[in-house]
């Protein structure tokens, strides 16, 4: 089911006042494109980083700076921050939330998410869980910018008690920032992400500490490596505190998938031992053929 | 030692004529970068592959083709096919070559080039093993281009035979080319390309594998992923050729690092699956700061 099943509203898009919860590359980016966007009126930003808030209001990331008490102004709330941040990040912004104001997210795992805001919510507050599938591997206000989500998917993952309204409300404030919306039951998502965001990440970031702790030579071998390897490992930059949640919270999906790649490392490892050299090929071949296809 | 010691010649770089046997990325870019910078008179191309001879004609990479036979008029030929094809080139052009013209070659893998050719070269021929530190995922003539040099390193494994002005003479044709060169013992240079090259290599093509052989759910789940995975995954798109020869001829060194990487794999999936957020944390700002460390 995408989204464009869910035609409720034909009006503009308009969003009076935005709350920005944790505004970093991924809020900040959504702020910056909604604005670019020309959708929304006031954006306030809150932080628990007053350092990160300044730069964000100096570079017009946000318009306004406040505590969790600011998001009484907002019509739509959105929590980016850390997926082990968000309890607590709910539990100080939803009681200042009016009635009937709407609440998401930009989790990276929705399973942990939805398990743990349930508890928070009430029926005044109309949650609708996203994660938008983009993102660099810098960080904070500072690497915001209004295009990060031009020609991407966002995928959200509306439960039964999800409000259509509210749902038709993000899907379009994700569209108007540049995505494709898609819809998706929690659990697939929280597979899916593992395998082709959460497994990558953890497979690079294992591949720089290996090399990095090869010490059969004085000198830091990383210091030869070239265009390939450097693109290999970009992702192995990324933040510490945000992959550490999405390990915690994620695990099955992430073992499931740590463990079906290392029965295919295993399998190359044999072929490499053995010296099998048509199965090598046919190894490559077949992955390149993978990668070609969504060039 | 880097090869700035290496001040044989102060004459200007000229070679009348080089001949490319193999004209693929390496070999073709060589010949491109070469006519660039004005050091080079006539290139003689050389390929089994016909087809990839003729677009390396039309797309002016190489002036003429032969047979094995034209290395006749070669005062450089470089070997550029892949590693298993090198002492089959090798043996086809070296009773052509004029006694004192200079053989070079691209292979990524030196220990096994030189054991391969040493049965083969005479005291009339000087080799200079070599390996341009540069590439892309695509092959062929067609995906060569002169500046793909630039910056990069080249690295040169001298053995005891070489011979001092040939090693100058190929020194100064890979900083024609745009290279910094740099001398290495053959074991080091394995080793080393071993865990920044050869290991990444094999973690991207098994992680496309495994990500494609995902098969709880029907859709192609690849279609999912975002710019991360695709950079992450790009040299999966690498030769299936050049790979399995450099896997088959690198095996100890190459196992060597998989086994490292997997001992790293595994205390991060431990640390996953106790759920250790401090150990995590630190796993990822461990390779963060190495990985920012080469930006």
């Known amino acids: 089911m995408t989204a464009s099943t869910q035609q409720l509203s034909l009006a503009p898009l308009h969003i009076p006042c935005l709350a920005v919860v944790g505004v970093g590359l991924i809020g900040g980016s959504l702020a910056l494109a909604l604005k670019a966007a020309g959708v929304v009126g ?3 930003g809150i932080d628990l980083d007053a350092e990160n808030l300044a730069t964000a209001q100096r570079l017009g990331v946000i318009d306004r700076i406040s505590g969790p008490e600011g998001v009484a102004a ?25 009635p009937g104001a709407v609440l998401t997210d930009g989790g990276s795992v ?5 398990r743990e805001l349930e508890p928070l919510l009430s029926s005044n507050i109309q949650f609708v869980p996203g994660h938008p599938i983009a993102g660099t591997e810098c960080s904070g206000a500072e690497a915001a910018f209004a295009t990060l989500y031009q020609g991407k998917r966002c995928i959200l993952t509306p439960v039964t008690e999800t409000d259509p309204t509210a749902l038709d409300l993000v899907t379009r404030m994700w569209q108007a920032a540049g995505s494709e919306v898609v819809l998706m039951e929690v659990e697939k998502h929280d597979r899916i992400l593992a395998a082709i965001s959460h497994l990558p990440h953890m497979v690079a970031y294992s591949l720089v500490n290996a090399v990095s702790n090869y010490d059969r030579y004085e000198e830091n071998i990383l210091n030869y490596s070239a265009g390939g390897f450097r693109d290999f490992t970009r ?29 295919f490392l295993g399998e190359l490892k044999a072929d490499i031992a053995q010296g099998d050299g048509e199965r090598l090929q046919e190894f490559f071949l077949r992955s390149k053929s993978s990668r070609d296809a969504i060039l």
């Open 235 to 263: 992702i192995a930059s990324s933040d510490p505190v945000m992959w550490r949640d999405i390990a915690m919270t994620n695990r099955d999906a992430l073992l499931e998938m740590i463990e079906l790649f290392e029965r």
């Open 42 to 44: 006031e954006i306030v």
């Open 110 to 114: 929705k399973g942990a998410v939805l």
């Open 74 to 98: 907002a019509d739509v709330v959105c929590l980016t921050v850390p997926v082990q941040a968000m309890a607590a990040a709910a539990a100080g912004v939803i009681p200042h939330m009016r």
